[in-house]
């Protein structure tokens, strides 16, 4: 319980004290400088109460390619694994059907959110946040929804087995977007349309997301 205030309260000020510096980033974007940034990502895949793995790790590939594709057309921004690509846990997962919104920030508190904390990349960032990688969790169901993300709340995201695979792959480049302060688009050509194929990023958005504390120059 406490954990969870903790980190949710600790990844604010990370996002916030992170904001400022990439402001620089922001205006150097806006005349047109816009050199290669970064972002970790790591994908984990859970197992059930049988310890079958609700993907297998083939079946992460053409997503994390395609989320790799979108940031660096979109936002010149190179999505590199954290250490592993995709890695699939031991034992069985105590969080395989979870939320979203005030759900999901609930159960952050509790048992699931303890196991995504416990199973998260942490290359980079442990303390200031700066550069702290994000994971992605594929779970095997979250309620009314394909995909979730508490922006910057959490270092992790989590999206649907069965979802890999929808909207030509693009989940979890949405996700990540979430995750890197983006919220919806009315647009459905818009990456950050709730559903469907788009891709797109418009300059502000990048803006936003180039200047995430999940993404650094170095
Ligand atoms: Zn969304």
Redesign the pocket.
């Known amino acids: 319980m406490l954990g969870g205030a903790v980190a949710q309260s600790l990844n604010v000020l990370r996002e916030a004290a992170n904001r400022v510096p990439g402001l620089v980033d922001t205006a150097a974007g806006f005349a047109g400088v816009r050199p290669y940034k970064k972002l970790l990502l790591r994908v984990v895949i859970l197992r059930d109460e049988e310890g079958k793995a609700l993907a297998p790790d083939e079946a992460v590939i053409p997503s994390f390619l395609e989320a790799q594709r979108i940031f660096m057309e979109q936002a010149r921004v190179r999505l590199i694994p954290a250490g592993t690509m995709v890695v699939t846990l031991d034992e069985p997962a105590p969080a395989l059907d979870v939320h979203c919104d005030d759900g999901a920030w609930q159960e952050d508190f509790d048992t699931a959110g303890e196991f995504f904390r416990r199973h998260e990349a942490r290359d980079r960032g442990r303390i200031s946040g700066y550069g702290a990688p994000v994971t992605v969790f594929v779970v095997r169901d979250i309620s009314n929804k394909g995909?979730c993300s508490l922006g910057p709340l959490t270092n992790y995201v989590t999206i649907e087995a069965r979802m890999l695979p929808r909207a030509r792959y693009r989940l979890i480049a949405?996700e990540v977007a979430?995750a890197c302060g983006l919220w919806?688009s009315k647009d459905k050509a818009n990456l950050m349309y709730?559903k469907g194929p788009g891709d797109i990023l418009l300059p502000w958005q990048a803006a936003i997301l180039r200047n995430s504390r999940h993404v650094t120059l170095l």
Do not use: E, L, Q
């Open positions: 995909g949405h979430h919806h709730p």
